[in-house]
């Protein structure tokens, strides 16, 4: 059975992100896939709502109670498509050195469909699911920040895995990319990534793309922070933004290097299900420390009615 990519973009219709998209789609439709393709533009997607139905109903109850906006938007239809797909070619704009609202907000309504937990109790077959994400953007990466680190940033929920990425730069122009043959060359090579990767067992599915791009040598962004000591006292000197592994920084050759604790640096890996787990025990803390001490709603309680009766003059 072929293999189904599916590509979902949050650029304008006929733009950069757009282009990228199809070539990629192109590649991958050449190497013998199935092709879907959606523009995020032509669907109403709402913002979430953070009332927690979705995750409560996980958690408390072990059941799927979906999205309290389920038959309000097209969320749902897009997810059961995507959930039929192997691989996915995500693309979209960056706005203000991030990637833009629309890409976010899809993104951020993926709670209620966690594949982790969808899986576990059978709503969902078991799939490894693969992912190329690209950005476009009019300048260099000094104004295209954290546009990668958004779009990586939204593949933990889903468990998409990372094999390349594209940084699509100075393309501010409608159609831009189209006088740049070697972005449309890097978008083709990105579906040929994602088949080559499709044809390899899972478990030996990993980074396809450039082999120096980024700074995390684990999942490639480019973002590291200093490190703070974390709920549970782990700490490390330095953090990947992105996937959370720690280490430090070491001069090599005249060049910073992050180098990952071998120890462990990987204990908060977000890219993987036990990373992830290790957080959902920090919610278990911190969250469900707050529940379960009665004392917590009688603070709130009473002092709930002072910012409640704090009112300013609205537009
Ligand atoms: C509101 C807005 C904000 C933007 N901010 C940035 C920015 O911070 N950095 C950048 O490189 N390009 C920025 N751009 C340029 C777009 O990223 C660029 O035109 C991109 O190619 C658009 O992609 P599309 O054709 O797929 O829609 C911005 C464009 C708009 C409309």
């Not at 006088?179 to 044809?199: C, D, V, W, Y």
């Not at 071998?262 to 299900?273: F, Y």
């Not at 290790?278 to 009688?298: A, M």
């Amino acid at each position: 059975m072929a293999f189904k990519v599916m590509g979902v973009c949050g650029g304008r219709r006929d733009g950069n992100s757009e282009i990228l998209t199809k070539e990629a789609l192109l590649a991958c439709q050449e190497l013998g896939a199935e092709i879907t393709y959606v523009n995020l533009n032509d669907y109403k997607i709402l913002d979430c709502t953070g009332c927690t139905h979705c995750t409560q109903g996980m958690f408390m109850k072990g059941e799927n109670v979906g999205c309290v906006l389920k038959n309000a938007d097209d969320k749902d239809k897009l997810m059961q498509a995507m959930f039929e797909n192997d691989a996915f070619i995500f693309a979209a704009p960056t706005y203000d050195l991030q990637v833009s609202a629309n890409f976010t907000r899809f993104m951020q309504r993926s709670l209620a469909y966690e594949t982790a937990f969808l899986e576990k109790i059978g709503a969902i077959k078991p799939k490894h699911r693969i992912a190329g994400l690209i950005t476009t953007g009019g300048s260099t990466r000094a104004w295209m920040s954290m546009s990668l680190e958004n779009m990586q940033a939204a593949m933990f929920t889903c468990d998409f895995n990372v094999i390349d990425m594209i940084l699509a730069t100075r393309v501010p122009a409608k159609g831009h990319v189209l006088t740049r043959p070697e972005l449309i060359e890097r978008a083709h090579k990105m579906g040929e990534n994602i088949m080559r990767s499709l044809s390899k067992d899972p478990k030996d599915r990993g980074w396809e793309g450039d082999p120096d791009f980024g700074w995390c040598p684990h999942c490639h962004s480019n973002s590291l922070s200093l490190g703070e000591p974390q709920w549970d006292g782990t700490y490390y000197k330095v953090e990947c933004q992105v996937c959370g592994c720690g280490g430090v920084l070491k001069e090599e050759d005249g060049k910073w290097k992050f180098v990952i604790d071998p120890e462990n640096g990987h204990l908060k890996d977000r890219t993987t299900v036990a990373g992830r787990g290790l957080h959902l025990d920090e919610i278990g803390t911190t969250e469900g420390g707050f529940y379960r001490d009665p004392h917590n709603f009688e603070i709130v309680k009473e002092k709930m009615p002072r910012y409640k009766e704090m009112k300013y003059k609205t537009v």
